[in-house]
Structures are given as structure tokens and as C-alpha cells.
């Protein structure tokens, strides 16, 4: 509530395995090298192999975030449907 009322923060709270699978694993592994021109091959099996596991937690990750933007711009939160962020 706190973060709320004094920062307009809404947190997204994710239980640790999936925040470490999701932003230790696949996003440090996959998406930062593919975003930053450094693609290395990885071994099969190893964590920087691309792993569906793992993107359909990510995929889980941002639904979740997505989805508290969405309640809490229709309640009247800090952005609008128009305004670019």
C-alpha cells in the first residue's frame, strides 16, 4: 500500500524461481545478446539454449506486469490508453 499511496508504484510480486528462470536465465542468456548484436552459439542443453520453458514463464512475466498497467490505467492510474510512455 505504502508504495502505492507515496510513489504511484505498483508492484508485480513473483515468486523466486520464476523471477530467476525468467530474468537470470533467459533474459540474461537470450533476449540482452539478441538485443545487443552479441549472438553466441550455445551448447545444447546449456542455459544460454534457447529453452520454451523459459519463454513461456517470460511470456507469464509480462502478462503479469501487463496486466496491472492495463487495471490501473482504467482506475484512473498515472498513464492513459493515448499517452506514449
Known sequence: ERLIKDFSCFPVFLDHGMAYRVFDIFCQS???????HIIELAEEGSE??????HWHEYEKVNKAFS?????TTAQGGPYGAGDRL
Open 30 to 36: 537470450v533476449l540482452s545478446p539478441l538485443f545487443h
Open 48 to 53: 544460454a539454449c534457447w529453452n520454451w520453458d
Open 67 to 71: 496486466d496491472l498497467a492495463l487495471t
